[in-house]
């Protein structure tokens, strides 16, 4: 059973950073692509960023370029995402999630496997 299990968020002051963490198993970790994403209240889901696991490959929205940062530990099946120079519209739900072709894309679609979710929320 694929299961993805995310933790690390909480509350913290704009400007300050979080790191949060994918846990994976149930599939080989290897060969997928782990995306984040968030969704804030009353907004749509959207892609933050992505790494691919098999050559360490990233990809950002512009929205968190230079302030976050995806990496990977394959050892423990889990992908980080350091969160830094947070702003109050970083607040939202993060969600990580793995597409079993391996794609450095953030489209919804092609992610089969989501965690529950970890909340950020970042006070002005």
């Known amino acids: 059973e694929v299961q993805l299990v995310e933790s690390g968020g909480g509350l913290v002051q704009a400007g300050g950073s979080l790191r949060l963490s994918c846990a994976a198993s149930?599939?080989?970790?290897?060969?997928?692509?782990i995306g984040w994403f968030r969704q804030a209240p009353g907004k749509e889901r959207e892609g933050v960023s992505c790494i691919s696991s098999s050559d360490g490959s990233t990809y950002y929205a512009d929205s968190v370029k230079g302030r976050f940062t995806i990496s990977s530990d394959n050892a423990k099946n889990t992908v980080y995402l350091q969160m830094s120079s947070l702003k109050p519209e970083d607040t939202a739900v993060y969600y990580c999630?793995?597409?079993?072709?391996?794609?450095?894309?953030?489209?919804?679609?092609?992610?089969?496997?989501w965690g529950q979710g970890t909340q950020v929320t970042v006070s002005s």
């Open positions: 999630a793995a597409d079993p072709g391996g794609r450095l894309n953030l489209a919804l679609l092609l992610y089969d496997y």
């Open positions: 149930g599939f080989t970790f290897g060969n997928y692509a």
